[in-house]
């Protein structure tokens, strides 16, 4: 129960964070501001996809972690990418 009130809060700020990104994105359009809110989505979209793969579809454990892993990562690079790009 608690894993699934943190996942959930967790969804909502990314997704809060995501979208402001993407409306400075719109505003400005800053190529790394761009970049910033689609890390941010990639990391949100992790999270969601964890719970669904475990609870929804029924995967082991170790599936949804993996995938949150591989989103999660794949968030941080781009952000990264976003901090280092003009």
């Known amino acids: 129960m608690g894993i699934a009130v943190v996942k959930t ?3 909502i700020t990314g997704g ?7 409306r400075a994105y719109r505003r400005t359009d800053s190529r790394s ?4 809110a689609l890390g941010f989505g ?3 979209m992790g999270t969601f996809l964890a719970g669904v ?3 929804v579809i029924g995967m082991p ?3 949804g972690v993996l995938t ?3 989103l999660v990562l794949a968030g941080f690079l781009v952000i990264a990418y976003s901090l280092y790009t003009r």
Do not use: P, R
Request: zero cysteines; charged letters at 10%; glycine letters at 4%.
């Open 9 to 11: 809060l967790i969804l």
């Open 16 to 22: 809060v964070i995501t979208y402001f990104a993407l």
């Open 42 to 44: 990639l990391i949100t």
């Open 53 to 55: 793969v475990a609870d």
């Open 33 to 36: 501001l761009g970049a910033l």
């Open 61 to 63: 454990l170790a599936v």
């Open 68 to 70: 949150e892993s591989v």
